[in-house]
T-cell receptor, first 117, second 117 residues
Framework: AQSVTQLDSHVSVSEGTPVLLRCNYS??????LFWYVQHPNKGLQLLLK??????LVKGINGFEAEFKKSETSFHLTKPSAHMSDAAEYFC???????????????FGQGTTLQVKP | NAGVMQNPRHLVRRRGQEARLRCSPM?????VYWYRQLPEEGLKFMVY????????ESGMPKERFSAEFPKEGPSILRIQQVVRGDSAAYFC???????????????FGPGTRLTVL
């Protein structure tokens, strides 16, 4: 079965410093992977997606993620944190690529990013 | 193109009452997914529907919960005889037919926050 593990429940960085949010996945085939962001009491916004075209994926707001099959990881990074980046981040895998599955998204537990001034 | 719309945004019910949550997918999208987010947790898949059909309801509680997506009108998630444990944020997501979305990117609504007193 597919699963996603976000290795940190909380990450705190200072404004202007790099951000690293870690995610490991479990899948028996090539997955589709996503990062979503959720600001307090808001819906979810797609940051970026991995769809096997390129292992380094660039997203919105300066975020990017690298798919590493050998490590089964899809960590999210940003060179310089901004105060507005403070939010909840979810690493997500889709099971659509497997025959017979219906494409539901499987979410990690989330990482709360705190950005200090 | 309007995004996914959900209403109401906030819903308060007393134990034993019924809750009806509505979701209008993006224009051109024929697939609807419902997810539930309990406090301090990630989103959990509930049900996947296409027009007039339930495709996957493996995440739905066995009792009191039902969902529909009629030919005309929004998708409805219905919770009968609500209990305090139903308090959560309920998110709807939509996607176009699979041929136009091979990696199953889903677009989320703002959610309905249900509070059961």
């Amino acid at each position: 079965a597919q699963s996603v593990t976000q290795l940190d429940s909380h990450v705190s960085v200072s404004e202007g410093t790099p951000v690293l949010l870690r995610c490991n996945y479990s899948s028996s085939y090539s997955p589709s992977l996503f990062w979503y962001v959720q600001h307090p009491n808001k819906g979810l916004q797609l940051l970026l997606k991995y769809t096997s075209a390129a292992t380094l994926v660039k997203g919105i707001n300066g975020f990017e993620a690298e798919f590493k099959k050998s490590e089964t990881s899809f960590h999210l990074t940003k060179p310089s944190a901004h105060m507005s980046d403070a939010a909840e981040y979810f690493c997500v895998v889709s099971d659509l690529m497997r025959s017979g599955n219906t494409g539901k998204l499987i979410f990690g537990q989330g990482t709360t990013l705190q950005v200090k001034p | 193109n309007a995004g996914v719309m959900q209403n109401p945004r906030h819903l308060v019910r007393r134990r034993g009452q019924e809750a009806r949550l509505r979701c209008s997918p993006m224009k051109g999208h024929s697939h609807v997914y419902w997810y539930r987010q309990l406090p301090e947790e990630g989103l959990k898949f509930m049900v996947y529907l296409q027009k007039e059909n339930i495709i996957d309801e493996s995440g739905m509680p066995k009792e009191r919960f039902s969902a529909e997506f009629p030919k005309e009108g929004p998708s409805i998630l219905r919770i009968q005889q609500v209990v305090r444990g139903d308090s959560a944020a309920y998110f709807c997501a939509s996607s176009p037919p699979n041929g136009g979305n091979p990696y199953n990117e889903q677009f989320f609504g703002p959610g309905t926050r249900l509070t059961v007193l």
